[in-house]
């Protein structure tokens, strides 16, 4: 499986960004995820849509301001982010995995395959 994530800028506070992730290879992927990493910190999950059904988990800090979707070929999972703040900024990653469980969304250890950063700022 291969990722490649791209869409990030420099927004202002308020504004909206789509980041995508095109999904290619054997996409035999159980979710595909974003995680974002913020300098000095730990990668820290983002959003998960369950590659069959569509279903979509979120973090408590995104909920109601960003969405997770994937078209209907099942090539590209979207990110949209509305009402970015500046504690948004940070390098988004998109990630996927074959065997991963729900419990485990959250963990990076759990993700066999990434994609390369996109760096989204969020000016005040």
């Known amino acids: 499986v291969q990722l490649q994530a791209s869409g990030g800028g420099l927004v202002q506070a308020g504004d909206s960004l789509r980041l995508s992730c095109a999904v290619s290879?054997?996409?035999?992927?159980?979710?595909v995820s974003w995680f974002r990493q913020r300098p000095g910190q730990e990668r820290e999950f983002v959003a998960a849509?369950?590659?069959?059904?569509?279903?979509?988990s979120y973090v408590d800090s995104v909920k109601g301001r960003f969405t997770i979707s994937r078209d209907s070929a099942k090539t590209t999972v979207y990110l949209q982010m509305n009402s970015l703040k500046p504690e948004d900024t940070a390098v988004y990653y998109c990630?996927?995995?074959?065997?991963?469980?729900?419990?485990?969304?959250?963990?990076?250890?759990?993700?066999?395959?990434w994609g390369q950063g996109t760096l989204v700022t969020v000016s005040s």
């Open positions: 990630a996927a995995d074959s065997r991963i469980i729900m419990s485990s969304l959250s963990s990076p250890h759990a993700y066999a395959y």
């Open positions: 290879g054997r996409t035999l992927s159980r979710y």
């Open positions: 849509v369950k590659w069959s059904g569509g279903s979509t």
